[in-house]
């Protein structure tokens, strides 16, 4: 078996600011999920605020033996996530999925991208 059922990204940021073309070089952070299993997983993406309740879930869909990468810039229900808000997120899939984090910050020309695995849960 490959992956876990739940995982948190406690990182998470969307810059108000984009610059070069849209939508490859918007600024963004996506949530990548990798399901080996055969059997499709639904993933649901609840979303914490340091000021206020979390929103979601955000549910999802990652057929068997797919990979899905989701851009949280692009979730509008049950709404759409702040920019320049800090946040966090906790991933959870019926089926063992593996969970990676990614933000391009493209506020500057000269772009920067972070990725970084997420935490497993049990």
Not at 13 to 29: A, L
Not at 81 to 97: H, K, N
Request: hydrophobic letters at 30%; charged letters at 25%.
């Amino acid at each position: 078996m490959t992956g876990k059922h739940t995982w948190a990204i406690p990182e998470g940021y969307i810059p108000k600011e984009s610059t070069g073309p849209e939508p490859e070089m918007t600024s963004h952070e996506s949530v990548c999920v990798l399901n080996a299993t055969d059997e499709d997983a639904t993933v649901e993406i609840t979303v914490y605020f340091t000021n206020r309740g979390p929103i979601g879930p955000y549910e999802k869909t990652v057929p068997a033996e797919r990979t899905r990468h989701f851009r949280l810039n692009e979730f509008e229900d049950p709404e759409e996530i702040p920019r320049g808000e800090d946040f966090a997120s906790v991933l959870e899939s019926d089926v063992p999925v593996v969970c990676q984090h990614t933000r391009l910050d493209s506020r500057q020309a000269e772009n920067a991208l972070l990725t970084t695995i997420a935490h497993p849960g049990e």
